[in-house]
C-alpha cells in the first residue's frame, strides 16, 4: 500500500489551531487564577496560619499586659532549627524525586507507544502468510484483515496508556469512557493488582458501574441507578473464555461508562472550619462514600488491566513469529517497547506503593510543629514585638507549606491541583499520535523523496537534477558544503 503526498499534507500546510503542549498551563484569566491559587499550599494551611497567628497573639499579648514574660534565649531553637534544615530538604528532595520519576516513566510510556505504533504500522507486512495467495478475493481480505490487525494493535498501545491511567487513580475494571471500547473484546485473565485495594474504588470488579458515582447525595446515587441501562449485575464470568464485556453478543447494549476523568467535587462543606459542621449534605456524602467502600470490599480482587493488555500485545509478537512473515530486528524491537511499558508499569507501581515511612514523616510533622509553637517566644524575647505575630505566620507558611507540598506531590497521579496531567498525556498526546499513525497508508519511500517539491540538495528540484546526471547531483552537495564552510 501507498500514498503520494501532495500539497494538502500536514508538513506543508499547519492546521487551524496549532498544537501546544503547554495548552493545559494556566492562563492569566480570572477563573483559572482563582484555580491556580487553590493549587498552592496557602489554600490548604490557612487553618494552621490562623492557629499560629493566635498562638503568637496570645504569647505577646500574655507578655505585654501581665507581670510574665514569656521570651526565652534563642539557643533551644537555633540548634532546633538545623535539624529542621535538613529534615525538610530531605522530605522536599525525596518527594520530588518521586514526581520527577513519575513524569519519567509516562515520558517512557509516551516513547515506547510511538516505537510500537511505528514499528507495526510500517515494518510488519499486509499479510498472515509468508506467501501471499494468487486468488485475488482471498488476497484482497487477507489484506483487509491484515490493516485491521494492525490499526488494532497499535490503539493496544493507548489502551495501555489509558488503562495505567486509571489503575494508579484507583479506578479499577474498565468500565470508563476512554477505555472501555479500546479493551471490551479482549478476554479478562484476572491478573491479581500489584496495588493495595481502593477504599474508595468508582465500580465493582467484574460488572459495569451502575451510576455514575459523584458524591452529592445518596438520593441522586440511588435515581442513578434505577436510570442505568445496566441495572442488574452480571453474572459471574469465566476468565478464560468470556470477554471483559460479560455479555458479548451484538444484542448487547452497551453498559453505562464512568467519564474519562471524574475528580472529587469541591464543595465549601469540605473547607476548615465548615467541616466541622454536619449538614445534610455532607451527611449524604458520607453514606455514599460508605456504600462505595462496601462495594468494592465484596469484590473478589482487583485486576491488572495494564499487564493483561501487554500480554495480548505479546501474543500479537507470537502471532508474527509463529506465521513467519516479520525479520528478526522487528520482532526484537517491538519486543523492546513492549519491555519498555512493562517497565514503565512496574515503576510507577513502586513509586505508588512506597510512602515515606510513617514514623519518619510524623517525626518530621512533630519537629516542624515544635518550633513553630517555640517560635514566639523567642521572636519576642528577640525585641520583636507585636511584629511577633506575622513573623510567626510567614515562617509557619514558609514550613508547614514545605511539609503539605511534599505530601501533596509524593503521590503524583491523582487529581490534585499538582498532580501530573495524565489526561492530557492520553488524550492530547498519544490518542492523537497514534490515531494520526494509522490514519494514512503507509507511504512508500521512493514516492515522497521523488516529489516535485522535493528541493532539499541545493533548492534545485530532483527532477531537474536526474536530468543533469550524477555530476550535477555532486556538483549541488559540494555547493552546499561550500556554502556551510562560508557561514561558518
Known amino acids: 500500500m501507498s500514498h503520494t503526498p501532495g500539497r494538502d499534507s500536514h508538513f506543508v500546510h499547519p492546521r487551524a489551531m496549532a498544537f501546544d503542549p503547554l495548552r493545559h498551563r494556566p492562563h492569566k484569566t480570572m477563573i483559572l487564577f482563582l484555580q491556580a491559587l487553590m493549587a498552592t499550599a ?47 530538604n530531605y522530605r522536599t528532595s525525596s518527594a520530588y524525586e518521586r514526581y520527577t520519576e513519575g513524569r519519567r516513566m509516562w515520558s517512557q510510556i509516551t516513547l515506547a507507544s510511538r516505537t510500537w505504533a511505528r514499528i507495526v504500522w510500517i515494518h510488519c507486512p499486509d499479510t498472515s502468510t509468508p506467501t501471499p ?66 477504599q ?5 470488579i467484574g460488572c459495569p458501574p451502575t451510576s455514575n458515582y459523584n458524591t452529592s447525595t445518596v438520593s441522586t446515587f440511588r435515581s442513578s441507578e434505577s436510570k442505568s ?83 495480548y500485545m505479546s501474543t500479537y509478537i507470537y502471532a508474527l513469529q509463529r506465521r513467519k512473515t516479520t525479520d528478526v530486528p522487528t520482532l526484537n524491537a517491538l519486543i523492546a517497547a513492549l519491555a519498555q511499558m512493562t517497565d514503565a508499569l512496574s515503576t510507577l507501581e513502586r513509586i505508588l506503593t512506597t510512602p515515606i515511612p510513617w514514623s519518619y514523616n510524623a517525626h518530621i510533622w512533630e519537629v516542624s510543629w515544635m518550633y513553630c509553637l517555640f517560635l514566639p517566644f523567642q521572636l519576642y524575647e528577640a525585641g520583636f514585638g507585636w511584629v511577633t ?47 494520526a499513525v494509522i490514519s494514512r497508508p503507509v507511504p512508500l519511500a521512493e514516492e515522497w523523496m521523488f516529489s516535485p517539491h522535493n528541493r532539499v540538495i541545493g533548492g534545485v528540484s530532483v527532477q531537474e537534477l536526474e536530468r543533469g546526471g550524477i555530476h550535477e547531483v555532486r556538483r549541488r552537495l559540494r555547493g552546499m558544503c561550500e556554502g556551510v564552510d562560508g557561514r561558518v
Not at 50 to 73: D, E, I, Q
Not at 143 to 165: G, P
Not at 200 to 204: L, R, Y
Not at 391 to 420: H, Q, R
Open 229 to 311: 441501562p445496566s441495572d442488574t449485575p452480571l453474572e459471574p464470568i469465566n476468565p478464560s473464555m468470556t470477554p471483559h464485556s460479560a455479555n458479548h453478543n451484538p444484542s448487547y447494549d452497551r453498559p453505562y461508562l464512568m467519564p474519562a476523568m471524574n475528580p472529587p467535587k469541591f464543595h465549601l462543606s469540605s473547607v476548615w472550619p465548615f467541616k466541622y459542621f454536619r449538614t445534610r449534605h455532607q451527611s449524604s456524602t458520607h453514606a455514599a462514600r460508605k456504600l462505595m467502600r462496601r462495594q468494592a470490599q465484596s469484590a473478589d480482587d482487583n485486576h491488572n488491566v495494564p499487564l493483561e493488555i501487554t500480554l
Open 42 to 88: 496557602l489554600f490548604r494551611i490557612w487553618p494552621t496560619l490562623l492557629f499560629m497567628g493566635g498562638w503568637a497573639t496570645m504569647v505577646v499579648c500574655v507578655s505585654n499586659y501581665t507581670t510574665a514574660n514569656l521570651g526565652v534565649p534563642s539557643t533551644l531553637l537555633t540548634a532546633l532549627g538545623v535539624v529542621l534544615g535538613l529534615t525538610l
Open 133 to 198: 495467495s494468487t486468488d485475488p478475493d482471498v488476497r484482497a481480505k487477507d489484506q483487509v484483515r491484515s490493516e485491521i490487525e494492525k490499526a488494532t494493535i497499535v490503539q493496544m498501545a493507548l489502551a495501555f496508556a489509558v488503562a495505567v491511567k486509571h489503575y494508579l487513580r484507583g479506578e479499577e475494571g474498565i468500565y470508563y469512557e476512554d477505555l472501555y471500547d479500546l479493551v471490551n473484546f479482549i478476554p479478562s485473565l484476572h491478573l491479581p493488582s500489584g496495588l493495595p485495594s481502593s
Open 200 to 204: 474508595d474504588a468508582n465500580i465493582n
Open 389 to 435: 505575630i506575622p513573623a510567626v505566620m510567614l515562617t509557619s507558611y514558609v514550613i508547614i507549606g514545605i511539609l503539605d507540598i511534599g505530601g501533596e506531590i509524593e503521590n503524583p497521579f491523582g487529581y490534585d491541583k499538582n498532580d501530573l496531567n495524565l489526561d492530557f498525556f492520553t488524550e492530547e498526546i498519544i490518542r492523537r499520535e497514534l490515531a
